[in-house]
C-alpha cells in the first residue's frame, strides 16, 4: 500500500513537473507571429480574424507572443480538470454574447501529431471572492460544441530536442446563452478544452508577457488539484519569468452596436439655497464606447428641436426644463433625457414712463446688497438726450427698493433697457418732447 501511495505521489510530481517544463518550452521557444512556422514552413494567418463586425466588449490583447510566451493547461478531463482563470472589470453594465480566444493543444507527438482535434470548449464565467485576488463561486458554465466553434491555425512550434510541438488557434463562438456583466465588478473567466479522449495532447490557453506595449496586465489564477494546485494561485508559478501573465481573449457584445449613447447634462451658474440667480450655462456631452456619438439634440422648455452643438445660456427667470437625446453612427436613439432648474434674480426691475423713465429696483432676495450698478439705454427714435444713463445704488436691504430716472428729449417709438446687478429689463414706449408713454 505504502508503495502505491509512493508511485501515485511521483506520478504526481512528474506530471506537474511536465506542465511546468512544457509551459517553459514555449516560454522559451515560441515564435514571432509573423514568423514561418519552424517544423513545417507554414506562415501564421493574421491573428486579427476576431469577429471585428461586433461590439467588442472586452480586449486582453490578442495576438501577442514572443520571448515570454507560453501556454497553460487549461483541460476537462477524467484523471483531472484544471482551471485557470482571468479577471476583468466593465465600465458600464454590458451583454456579452459571443468570445474569442487563442488557445489550442501541446505535446501532440504523443497523439497522432500536429492538428486540431476538434474538442468542445467550455466557457465559465466567475464572481469575484470579494477581495479582488481570486474568482468566487461560478455564475456561468456553458459549453461550445465543436461545430458551433469557428477556429483557425494561429502557430505551431516543434521542439527540436523533445519533439514537443505546440498547436494555437484563433477560436471564435456565439455562446449559448448571452448573460450580462455589472458595471464596475470584477468578474473572471475561464476556457477549457473538453479532452476526447482523456490522455494526451493537453488543451491550453494562450498567455503572453505582461509588458508587452508597454501595458500592465491583470494577473491570472490557477485551480488544478490534480496537478498539485489545491488553491487558486496566481500562474506566475507555472512561468520562468515569475511575473504575472494574462490569457488572450476577447468579449463581445449582441450583433454589432446595439448600445445607445450616454449624455450627461452640466449647468452652471451662481445659486442661492436651490436656485440660479444668474443665467444659467447648459453643456451637453454624449459618450459612445461603440460606434461614436452622430448628434445630439435638445429643447427648452418644449420648444423647438435644436441641434447641439456648444454650450448654450438660459437667462429668463422662471422654471425650466432641458430636454436632449443623442444618436450614435449605429443609429441607436437614447431615451429622452431631462435637467431642470430654477432661475430667480435677487433684482426685480419695473420700469415706468411719465416726464422721463422711471425705474423701481428692488431687492427680492434673501441677503442685503451693496453698490448695485444699473443703467438705463434707449435707442430708436429721435433722442436729443438721455440716451444712456448709469449709477450705483451704495445699498439696498432685503426687501427694500429704489427708484431711478433718466431724464428724456426726444420723439418717436423707443426701445428702453434697464440693468441692475446683472439682471435686465425690456420695454417699449413713445418719446413725445420731455414726456415718456405707452411704455409696456
Known sequence: M???????????????????????????????????????????????????????VWDNVIGVHGALGGIIVATVRTEGIAFPADDFKLDTERVVDSVFWQGGYFQCQL????????????????????????????IYNQTIPDAAITREFWYNYTHPTNGNTYWVANYSAQLPEPITFNANTKYWITIQGIQTPNSYPQACWSRHNNTVGGIKLHEAEILAAWWGYTVWTNISVLVTDGLPHDLNYQLFGPGGDTTPPTTTCTLEGIMSGSVYITPVKVTLTATDPDSGVNYTNYNVDGGAWNNYTAPFMVSDEGAHVVTFYSVDKAGNKETDKTSAFTIQYPIQITIKGGLGIKAII??????????????????????????????????????????????VLGFGKINIVVTAGGVSKNATGMVLFIFVIGVK
Request: glycine share 8%.
Open 2 to 56: 505504502k508503495e502505491k501511495n509512493i508511485l501515485r505521489k511521483a506520478a504526481i510530481l512528474l506530471i506537474a513537473t511536465l506542465m511546468v517544463f512544457s509551459s517553459g518550452v514555449a516560454t522559451a521557444n515560441t515564435i514571432n507571429n509573423n514568423a514561418v512556422n519552424q517544423s513545417t514552413g507554414i506562415t501564421p494567418v493574421s491573428p486579427h480574424t476576431s469577429p471585428v463586425t461586433r461590439s467588442i
Open 362 to 407: 428692488k431687492n427680492t432676495g434673501t441677503a442685503n446688497l451693496t453698490n448695485v450698478n444699473w443703467t438705463i439705454n434707449l435707442n430708436g427714435g429721435i433722442i436729443l438726450f438721455g440716451k444712456s444713463k448709469p449709477g450705483t445704488i451704495p445699498s439696498l436691504a432685503v426687501g427694500a427698493q429704489t427708484t431711478v430716472k433718466d431724464f
Open 111 to 138: 497523439a497522432q501529431g500536429q492538428k486540431d482535434y476538434h474538442w468542445d470548449w467550455r466557457i465559465l464565467f466567475w464572481n469575484d471572492d470579494g477581495t479582488e485576488n481570486h474568482p468566487g463561486s461560478v
